[in-house]
């Protein structure tokens, strides 16, 4: 167990540059405080001892605003950065590095019995927003950009964005960890704009041009 809180506090410094110290990481870090409480709780969980650790888990979601379902499955080094609003649910299985970011939700539709929430591979990043819904796999190296909302099952090394989820990258190498490198919709829409704009820029200069030219012309063929 402690050697799995020590690999929890380097995923901090792996994914986190303004981590400065072990003391700070320990003592003020919510989304530590939600993963080290979830492993107690999960322990009492498979124990059967359910009220006891629903009892942790909820202390817990005061303290951090992170909501984790005792009977939810959690890898090594997980990473979740702020991570107030997020919800990971009962039947929910986690990978290892992975990276969620506020506001996730790893939830189901609502119509399953038994297995209804996601499984998500290793070295996944979930975007701010994110919500992976039902119970399918997000496969391992894939990224999720922010807000996208997943209702179907995602290959290995994938970006899925929008609403709902779309595949926009897929067999790309893993970005570094530090950066995660997602595509954004609003950025892509105004590179957009700019290169139409652009292509009429263009268009109008040499509409000009091609007027200056007939006007000289114009003026060569006149009658004196």
């Known amino acids: 167990m402690f050697k799995t809180f020590r690999s929890d506090i380097q995923a901090v410094f792996e994914n986190d540059p ?6 700070e990481v320990v003592f003020t870090y919510s989304g530590l405080h939600a993963i080290w409480s979830h492993r107690i709780a999960h322990a009492f969980y498979r124990r059967r001892w359910f009220t006891v650790a629903r009892i942790i888990s909820q202390v817990s979601r005061f303290f951090t605003g992170i909501e984790i379902h005792p009977g939810a499955v959690i890898g090594k080094r997980l990473f979740i950065d702020h991570g107030m609003g ?4 009962e039947t929910c299985e986690i990978g290892d590095d992975v990276v969620i970011y506020q506001g996730v939700t790893l939830g189901g539709s609502g119509k399953e019995k038994g297995k209804r929430h996601p499984t998500i591979g290793n070295n996944v990043v979930i975007g701010s927003g994110a919500k992976i819904l039902g119970s399918f ?8 950009g922010a807000n996208s909302v997943v209702l179907k099952e995602v290959p290995p090394d994938t970006t899925v964005v929008g609403i709902p989820g779309k595949i926009v990258r897929q ?13 954004d919709p609003v950025v892509d ?3 957009s704009m700019h290169e139409e704009m652009e292509k009429l820029r263009s268009e109008i200069e040499e509409l000009k041009k091609q007027l200056e030219q007939e006007k000289k012309g114009d003026r060569i063929t006149l009658p004196d």
């Not at 303004?18 to 003391?23: E, L, N």
């Not at 997020?86 to 649910?89: K, P, R, T, Y």
């Not at 067999?171 to 595509?183: A, I, M, Q, S």
């Open 18 to 23: 303004a981590a400065r110290s072990k003391f």
């Open 137 to 144: 796999k997000v496969g391992d190296q894939s990224n999720i």
């Open 171 to 183: 067999g790309g190498k893993r970005t570094d960890r530090l950066t995660h490198e997602l595509p």
């Open 189 to 191: 829409a105004l590179q």
């Open 86 to 89: 997020v919800v990971i649910g």
